[in-house]
T-cell receptor, first 111, second 112 residues
Framework: SQQGEEDPQALSIQEGENATMNCSYK?????LQWYRQNSGRGLVHLIL?????REKHSGRLRVTLDTSKKSSSLLITASRAADTASYFC???????????FGAGTILRVKS | DTAVSQTPKYLVTQMGNDKSIKCEQN?????MYWYKQDSKKFLKIMFS???????INETVPNRFSPKSPDKAHLNLHINSLELGDSAVYFC???????????FGQGTRLTVV
């Protein structure tokens, strides 16, 4: 079963706007990761946040984690057309022995 | 140099055939994975190897058999291909356990 569920399923914004994607999961975790997938390509790791962290930044990316609500959000600020991709959250699952991916959010940034 | 490379990138084959997908990583990682991504983009783990040893074997038909000749290589052999096997198969590696994964570019398998 899917551990993470992303919301929204699809998001379309104008260049320069911020994009926020949310991820909810079901069981306790050690860490949560976000990945990007450009069309026809493999996934690329963006950021990892540990269960004892609440917020993490990397360039234009900001990730928050709320373990009490079992949710995370990915914020991309000042979006660019090149940010157009699918974004997936992944958690280390119920037994902590495998990375389980959500269904992904398709982000389209219009120029 | 590509960190995780898979071959072939595209594979079109008929039902009933046997095919293999190869994966190599030059990152020195201990752990390698096979994931399957379906048409709705759901990504599901199939197998995981750590230092040539199978550590995860999800509920996958036994027509799928992974082989790891050394820790830099993890191949996937599929027997008696079925229409439902059509998907994109991704190889990935990580330095240890569940730290970040490095993915290959994927193999798009189409069974006709």
């Amino acid at each position: 079963s899917q551990q993470g569920e992303e919301d929204p399923q699809a998001l379309s914004i104008q260049e320069g706007e911020n994009a926020t994607m949310n991820c909810s999961y079901k069981t306790s975790i050690n860490n949560l990761q976000w990945y990007r997938q450009n069309s026809g390509r493999g996934l690329v790791h963006l950021i990892l946040i540990r269960s004892n962290e609440r917020e993490k930044h990397s360039g234009r990316l900001r990730v928050t984690l709320d373990t009490s609500k079992k949710s995370s959000s990915l914020l991309i600020t000042a979006s660019r057309a090149a940010d157009t991709a699918s974004y997936f959250c992944a958690t280390d699952g119920e037994y902590g022995n495998k990375l389980v991916f959500g269904a992904g959010t398709i982000l389209r940034v219009k120029s | 140099d590509t960190a995780v490379s898979q071959t072939p990138k595209y594979l079109v084959t008929q039902m009933g055939n046997d095919k293999s997908i190869k994966c190599e990583q030059n990152l020195g990682h201990d752990t390698m994975y096979w994931y399957k991504q379906d048409s709705k983009k759901f990504l599901k783990i199939m197998f995981s190897y750590n230092n040539k040893e199978l550590i995860i074997n999800e509920t996958v038909p036994n027509r799928f058999s992974p082989k790891s000749p050394d820790k830099a290589h993890l191949n996937l052999h599929i027997n008696s291909l079925e229409l439902g096997d059509s998907a994109v198969y991704f190889c990935a590696s990580s330095p240890s356990g569940l730290s970040k994964l490095f993915f290959g570019q994927g193999t798009r398998l189409t069974v006709v």
